[in-house]
């Protein structure tokens, strides 16, 4: 049960004990990810491990951490398939439409920080709630026949989830540390299946519906009207902390820019981040302009997240069991190498096979990136401020990546230059991806 004052939400310490802060590199590289390896610096005694939600609770609770992240891309996700209309009933520019796509990454990223103060400001289970009431007061008023509406309800949706994207990965270290993998699966493969269900069946329903695009939007609200509603219960929950440890979680971690592993969990964040949305963004053109039609080409795309579901979900679950975090993370990269490889040979031709190399290799490398953040923070507190670094910085480089890409694609005639850096950012992303892996904790005070 749980707190919701400053004195209690983020100070719950982790189950992992207390993995060696990253100023030390020579921790076992054998030990399983959330065992110990050595006491925290200054020789302080290691935190008593947190009971984590257990029975009906867990159950409970799971159920409304899965319906909370499918809301986290579907009223983003369903505009790219509108764009066509949005752009020819409002009269905005394709530059106006890009920028209606891109918002809210930056949303992501720059409003990423603000979570962790409002986490212990308000608790993290009413935080929670809170962002489901912004995505939909978001879609509401999308409902206006207006652009500036449009605009300012995706701002408004883009700041509630990037709220939860970074309360989430704190709230299974904290209730689900003992099965960490587990949850992390369940909360990105929702991600993914969000993003999926919107990206196949929002044209479908408007034209079933005969809805005008204004409407069709604000029907991906009443999800997150039923998740409001399952996590209402949340916040009546109620945690006992101790003096020492509310005073502890009132103030953000220390020295975690400084830190080695922290920026490697980042740039892991970043790089996989970019990499999914630059390709999300093109993919469809790149088969379009190889022949493929729209409609075929916008399912290639629909298709390559319902593989991604399938990685999103196994990778944290067998880390650990079967491979360890850093094979897994290679074996992502090389998936998606594969897949850009093959459009550069035969985009139209191979494009299934293409398209379930990416999805598998990109839905792994997502579970990868929030696993991490769960994994390399000794406890909630760092769990937030790492979850809030990782994601600050991560989608911010993400935003630049689709605009990017476009640019190098008109300076070079086609597609075979914008791929190529693709494949080759791909080889800093293993990097980081091999460090981040290594079972150590973050440092910072």
């Known amino acids: 049960m749980h707190d919701h004052g400053p004195a209690a939400t983020l100070s719950a310490p982790g189950t992992g004990g207390a993995a060696r802060p ?30 984590g939600a257990t029975g009906r609770r867990a159950l409970c609770l799971g159920a409304g951490v899965i319906l909370l992240a499918l809301n986290l891309r579907p009223a983003l996700v369903a505009v790219s398939p509108l ?11 394709a530059a106006a439409t890009s920028l209606l796509t891109a918002l809210p990454l930056l949303c992501f990223g720059l409003l990423a920080p603000i979570a962790p103060r409002l986490g212990r400001r308000f608790g993290m289970e009413r935080s929670l709630l809170g962002t489901m009431a912004l995505i939909c007061a978001g879609t509401a008023l999308r409902l206006l026949d207006s652009v500036v509406a449009l605009f300012a309800g ?4 883009g700041a509630g989830i990037a709220v939860a994207n970074v309360l989430l990965p704190g709230l299974i270290k904290r209730d689900f540390a003992a099965r960490s993998g587990l949850m992390t699966g369940l909360y990105s493969m929702s991600l993914f299946g969000g993003a999926a269900l919107a990206a196949g069946v929002t044209v479908p329903v408007q034209r079933a519906a005969g809805l005008s695009w204004q409407a069709t939007l604000a029907c991906w609200g009443s999800l997150a009207v039923i998740a409001l509603a399952v996590w209402l219960p949340q ?23 400084r830190s080695p592993l922290a920026w490697q969990v980042t740039l892991y964040m970043g790089l996989q981040s970019l990499s999914y949305y630059a390709a999300a963004a093109w993919l469809p053109t790149m088969l379009t302009d190889a022949g493929m039609s729209a409609g075929d080409a916008g ?4 298709f390559s997240s319902l593989l991604g579901i399938a990685g999103s979900f196994f990778a944290p679950v067998i880390v650990g069991r079967r491979l360890s975090a850093g094979a897994l993370a290679t074996i992502g990269a090389v998936l998606c190498a594969a897949g850009f490889a093959g459009m550069l040979a035969a985009p139209a031709g191979g494009a ?11 839905g792994a490398a997502i579970s990868l990136a929030l696993l991490f953040i769960v994994q390399r923070a000794p406890d909630i507190r760092h769990t937030a401020q790492l979850s809030s670094m990782a994601q600050c ?7 630049t990546g689709p605009a990017v890409l476009g640019a190098v694609h008109d300076a070079s005639g086609g597609w075979t230059v914008p791929v190529v ?5 791909l080889v800093p992303q293993v990097a980081m991806g091999l460090g981040a892996a290594r079972p150590r904790h973050v440092a910072g005070r």
Request: glycine letters at 8%; aromatic letters at 6%; a negative charge.
């Open 22 to 51: 990253d100023a030390s590199d020579d921790a076992s590289a054998d030990a399983p990810a959330d065992v110990p390896t050595d006491a925290p610096a200054g020789g302080a005694a290691p935190p008593a491990p947190a009971p």
């Open 154 to 157: 995706t701002v408004v949706i």
């Open 393 to 399: 910085f991560g989608y911010i480089l993400a935003a």
């Open 235 to 257: 916040t009546r929950s109620r945690t006992r902390t101790s003096a020492s440890a509310a005073r502890e979680a009132a103030h953000p971690v220390r020295g975690l820019w």
């Open 83 to 93: 764009a066509g209309t949005i752009r020819d009933e409002s009269g905005m520019t």
């Open 352 to 362: 299934y096979v293409w398209m379930t190399l990416l999805g598998l290799g990109q």
């Open 299 to 302: 399912w290639m795309l629909s």
């Open 421 to 425: 850096v693709l494949l080759v950012l």
